[in-house]
């Protein structure tokens, strides 16, 4: 046995093996990972593995009857010892080889445990916190998370199939009275991750996770389902559905509807009649169809233009594969109303052009379905986009009444209730969004924003650096608001903003962050080439009033029913003094909002309606419009707001009230909370205290910090441009600007 031994190190055989072992295992992962990433069929990896193992004693066979000698490969047995002989060179060489292909190995293995994995938990436990911070109740008994089912399947393309079986539970499940079921959105932010249970419940906030997987081969179908208690990982239930697939979508309503039974009973759950209402989401008459509309659904999650435009080509595709798909005629609707021309929206469509291309979908898919909760949803984001606030609210309350984890419909709920003053109601509805949704992206990003306006401005930056992870557009977006609107920290915001330009340069809500911080630093050109349909703003910060309001004027012709379009021109005249003219268009907008309310949802737009009346002679309906915002302005307080907004209404109250103490109190607080906008001085209302000194005192005091901020922003934008890849600065912006090592 000994010389046996010695035989197999002089002929390397040792080596050969280790350094085989040690090369298929790195292969293998890398395998893993890559044909993962390219959702390549399970057989091809299953194939390589078995190649690898098939390999195996041949690579020992061969290292045992060949050598390597100067003169090529020879049979060991014709070798000459003496003089041919190199098997101490090349076991050599097989030992820095099996050293090399180990240090790589150990690499491997510290990313994916000291870097991926630790994001991921990072990035559960953040989530966590979050939830934590805005409920502190305990995590209910009667509450679950669906997690994707795994596509077991040789075929990849089958995928389709084992989303559509958790999405149909999902559904069922969601319409049980007393269970809490955490909405897609977050629970299918898990797929293709193998985190620990308990960290995905405490995460969703649940006390149950149901998993499963999905095997189809031929003909032949086979679903696994579980149900664990998230707590302690025990298995209360589980079976297993062996299937012939005729219908493919019955198959996943028998499926779905049977395990519900079963939850009903482990969770001791009652329906009004004791029965499982049905599922009504999946109604496709073919696998392609459903297959576009899950990816332009999935799209319309992540919400900016790019991906809008890009769900709306799916969702049309679906719907010509199957005119009759009730879901993906719903989709298709919201889609093209989230790409409404106006601010808080993504695209440039007419409000005309909206409806015209809207509604018929919303009808359709009610037609089909009446209680499908996606459309009822879709009729209330297009109600509060027509100023229909009312209708709105009736929308959504009536799709979270039909699916409560419908989390779309429960972020239009919160803006409307905003809109209408129900700021108590509001925060509640957005917090309980983000119990039901935590990984929300829309909702997330709505929250960010909602920190910042309490002044919890740190801890919106925080969730913003989280929201990198599931979409750059949004966490981007919402770090050059909080940088800019809030700190004041104009180059930090642009640097933000640019990046989100870069991830979607189409994007009207992200476009409007990057201008409004070129327009304050007096870069216009720059601001001017971001997006032509908000180049009125540069215009107005210019003074070249008259194409400020040819351009806001025909806009308004093309599209006379959209609010956004009514205040744009309204706020261009008011600024070039043109008050009488801007005074029909601020009572147009009246029209917009209930009656108590401020036009546009802002009180500074109400002020400025008051002072057009007063220099119109109607200093009744002046008091009137004042008290509107003062109002209004006392709610918002109380609701806990701290912004800079907050403070410019103090001061145009103050002005309009004819008390200059009260001005210059409220525009220092002002300035405090970020206020950088030197058109804020120039505005109508503080006429009266244009050559007051200490009025004067604070202009010029955000004069100079806008050049030490426009400094900074040209040594960002020539020398450390944040976003290279996708925009560049003009040459001439920084033709004279030499570069500061420290600023």
Known sequence: MGQLFEELKRRNVLRVAIAYVVTAWLLLQ??????????????????????????????????????????????????????????????????????????????????????????????????????EEITETDTPEMSIAVLPFVNMSDDASNEYFSDGISEELLNVLAQLPGLRVAARTSSFQFKGMNPDIAKIADTLNVAHILEGSVRKSGTTLRITAQLIKADDGFHLWSKSYDREVNDIFAVQDEIATAISKALMVKLALDTAEGEVVQPTVVKAANTDAYDAYLQGRQLIHRRGRKSLEEAVRHLERSLRLDNNFASAHAQLGIATTLLLDKPGSYGDLSLADVRRKAIPHFERALELEPNLADAHGGFALLSRNSGDLTSAIEYARKALELNPSYSDAMNWLYISLGDMGEYQEQEATLKQLLVTDPMTIVGRSNYISWLGGTGRVEEGHDMADQLLAQSLRSGYMRHAELSLTHEARLAEGLAWGLKAYVADPNDKFTNFYVMQGFIWVGEYDEARRINDGLAYMVDVAEGRFEDAIQATQRKMLLDPENESVIAAAAFVLYDAGRVDEALPLYERLRDFRPEGRPITGFNDSMMRLALARRIAGDEDGALAAAQIAK?????????????????????????????????ITALKAAMQRGLRDPRVFGDLMFEDMWEEPRFVELQQEVDAMLAKEQDKVLQLICFNNPAPGGWQPMPETCDDVEEQLVL
């Open 30 to 131: 890398v395998s893993d990972v890559v044909l993962n990433n390219i959702a390549a069929p399970d057989w091809v990896f299953r194939a390589i593995l078995l190649l690898v193992a098939i390999g195996f004693p041949f690579a020992v066979l061969f290292a045992w009857a060949y050598e390597l000698t100067p003169e090529g490969l020879k049979k060991e047995k014709d070798v000459d010892r003496s003089a041919e002989s190199i098997t101490h060179v090349t076991g050599r060489k097989l030992d820095f080889m099996i050293i090399t292909v180990l240090v790589l190995a150990l690499a491997y293995f510290a990313y994916d445990e000291f870097v991926i994995d630790p994001a991921q938990e990072a990035a559960l436990a953040t989530a966590s916190i979050q939830t």
């Open 631 to 663: 109002k209004d302005h006392a709610a918002l307080r109380a609701a806990g707001e701290k912004t800079q907004f907050q403070h410019r209404t103090e001061a145009m109250i103050a002005a309009f009230e004819h008390d200059p103490d009260g001005v």
